[in-house]
């Protein structure tokens, strides 16, 4: 029977240090490989979770965005639902969705009557060229959306 034994030395700081910087680089690499991004399967899911299944409609919202966003880590968005803002008639929600991000949820807006009108300025940050789609929920279970297409430069995500 063949016995090893193990032999052990002592690590000095240098040594140390470079194993971790080692480990540190090697884990940067896997995360340097980039964000999964979102589709256009994965935006529409995220559309028709918000909206419970429902078919939004184009119309009553105004998006107001850049054309081209020189830096997609603060891309300014502004957007007015035409509506009365009454209890008969008036914007619940208002969800903005960006089809190219790793996440396709951008942000969510709730509104009341109370609010006097539905209207956001905000900024958002834009991986890359896509389409920021805003879904407007009413009072009376429709649903409203618009779509515009930003081109992104430099990307805000990490791209």
Do not use: Y
């Not at 480990?23 to 490989?33: D, I």
């Not at 619940?92 to 006097?116: E, R, Y």
């Not at 991986?127 to 618009?146: C, H, L, P, R, Y």
């Amino acid at each position: 029977m063949i016995r090893k034994t193990l032999e052990t030395r002592r690590v000095d700081r240098r040594e140390l240090l470079a194993l971790f910087g080692a480990g540190t680089v090697a884990a940067m690499g896997l995360s340097l490989a980039g964000p999964a991004f979102a589709d256009a399967k994965a935006t529409d899911a995220a559309i028709m979770k918000a909206t419970g299944g429902k078919t939004a409609t184009m119309g009553k919202i105004t998006l107001e965005t850049p054309q081209i966003a020189e830096n997609g880590s603060t891309v300014p968005i502004g957007l007015v639902v035409d509506s009365p803002m009454t209890d008969a008639d008036h914007v619940k929600t208002v969800h903005l969705f960006a089809d190219g991000n790793p996440n396709p949820d951008v942000a969510s807006f709730h509104f009341t009557t109370m609010c006097g009108k539905a209207d956001v300025s905000t900024r958002i940050r834009l991986a890359k060229t896509q389409n920021v789609i805003a879904v407007a929920e009413m009072s009376d279970g429709s649903f409203m959306m618009a779509k515009s297409e930003i081109k992104v430069t430099i990307g805000g995500c990490g791209g």
